[in-house]
């Protein structure tokens, strides 16, 4: 193949500059300067001359954004500068408290201006786009590396797929080195073109633009992420560098200078930014959003809200979660309307009994709904709430959907008075319900029929309590049909002849289902009382009495005494109504022999002293979605270094762990000071290994 002359040189080398300066116009400014088929001629030029000289290839060539071969995996990187994410706001009040502490700290860091007056902080306010945290590292201006957020310390490299998005460059305008911040999303109308191909295609639907692009950047194959036509907007520096002489660059003086700096880099700076001299003007940038966001071909939750000054953005600092100087002012939650069609009733495995909305499926905050929990008897009341009414239903993130109010103005009079139930199928016997004395809550007189006892073996078998790998729901549900199981301790009387007569069950997995259930003999005495489903006893109570009482055999002597449950109510986070429960269920008879058969079966290992531990003392609450830990892995990492989970938040709480979604916990360990660290921050608690 012969070489390629200067002139093929000079000739590629202008392209490429070409193609990003129209690149450029396009996708950052949407002012192309060419039609499309103009441009496209450019490329297939470049890429045909590429093609024949190999030789000419660069790392930033335009050509590599359409997919490379496919990735075995991606491959984990950890990230040169920790990515922290901000606390959330959610009210006028939330943002006036911020404004607040700033001011505060700024004082105390930094005291007084020259003339004695308080140092007082502007705003630059930016729309909060609702994509996925993309980490963009170049070096000498060529992009070398693209990673998720993660877990704020580890991400995954998802350079090639990234390199597929045109509003990413793949070299700067100046030859320095950063790692910059910033968000992939998918626009509205690219998703309206997608589901269309779906659907002519039988394919099911996506639900809404960020779900598509976090899975667009996840695809093993680039070519389906440079299909889906992603889109991206910077808004931070994390570190900058790299460049000498002329090109030296230093970090800009304020939030508004450094986000005009990313734009003249090459980079896609949202236009809609605003810089304000106080935080009215902030809550009023709020404000406006609010009703011009649904016009954006983008989804935007909210505006984030940034101390302007460098100075005072240094003087603020970290938390141990989120940065000082910055925070995300959420919208309020969506509301959509849509039809009550019917109330049922769903059966918890302690006989409890929640009354389920089933409405009209409609589409709120990116998911389909069909479903909402009213709650109780009561909270049907107090909406008073019918059949066939239009309802206002109202979710935020993930969070379970409510129903907040009544559109009484469109009822017709057909709709029907919903009369709470005296009797459910599902409790069995006669199916007789009850209201729990002193609570809002019903449950079912008959405590042992046949529904419950399959709820109550599912969980049983559940990771939350003895952990049975491969006896889930459909395994119980099978034993209970075929008449193998009745109570717990009958799963450990099973051998391989019983299982194999099971639907889907082969030599193998059954071998499997048996060595799990003998593994699972071995037990703590925390996960047995959890796994009992005693009223209001959940984890937390379990280990409260494990480690308060050791044995079983001094739990059920507590309970036995005639101040059984005085005794039990002694135990701190223990009380009166679950110390009244726990008295009972110990001494009910038919309980005793259940647990009498089921301790025969089972292994207690004796408890672990962590009271040494290193976080002896130390007590957390858990709240929201956390990105790599399973929440019941993170409370095992807590107590076995000594330290206690608690439920609710209080001035006693050290930490608060949170996560995604995190709710109004988070919002009371504020109002209280209590630390808020997120999983990153957690796992530097715990060295590596432990």
Partial sequence: MAKASKDIEKRVEKLRDLIEHHRHL???YDKPEISDTAYDSLFQELEDIEEAHPELRTPYSPTHRVGGDPLPEFVKVAHKVPQWSFNDAFSEDDMLAFDERVRKFIKAELGLGKDGEAL???????????????????EKGILVRAATRGDGTTGE??????????????????PIDIIVEGEVWMSKKNLKRLNAEREKSGEPLFANPRNVAAGSIRQLDPKIAAARRLDNFVYDIARIGGATGADAVKMPQSQHEELDFIESLGFKVNPHRRRVKDIKGAIAYWKEWQKKAPKEDYLIDGAVVKVDERRFQEALGYTGKAPRWGIAFKFPAEQVTTILEDIVFQVGRTGVITPVAVMKPVLVAGTTVSRATLHNEDEIKRLDVRIGDTVVLQKSGDVIPDIIKVVTELRTGKEKAFVFPTHIEECGGDGRIERVPGQAAHRCVVRDSQTLQRRKLRYFTSRTALDIDGCGPAVIDALLDAGLVSTFADLFTLKKGDVLALPRFAEKSADNLIVSIDKARDTTLARLITGLSIDHVGEETAHLLADTFKTMDKIRDTAERPDGAGRFEEVEGIGPVVAASLASWFSDKTHKKMLDKLLAEVRIAKAASHSGGKLAGVTFVLTGTLPTLERADA???????????????SKNTTYVLAGENAGSKLEKARDLGVKIVDEAYFRQMFPSGE
């Fill in 26 to 28: 396009y996708h950052t």
């Fill in 635 to 649: 409370e095992d990492m807590i107590r076995k270094a000594g330290g206690n989970v608690s439920s609710s938040v």
């Fill in 157 to 174: 490299d998802v350079t090639q797929n990234v390199r597929t998005i045109r509003a990413v460059p793949l070299r700067l305008k100046k």
């Fill in 120 to 138: 007082s902080p502007s705003y630059e306010c930016e729309l909060k786009i609702d994509g996925l945290k993309i980490v963009l590292e170049y």
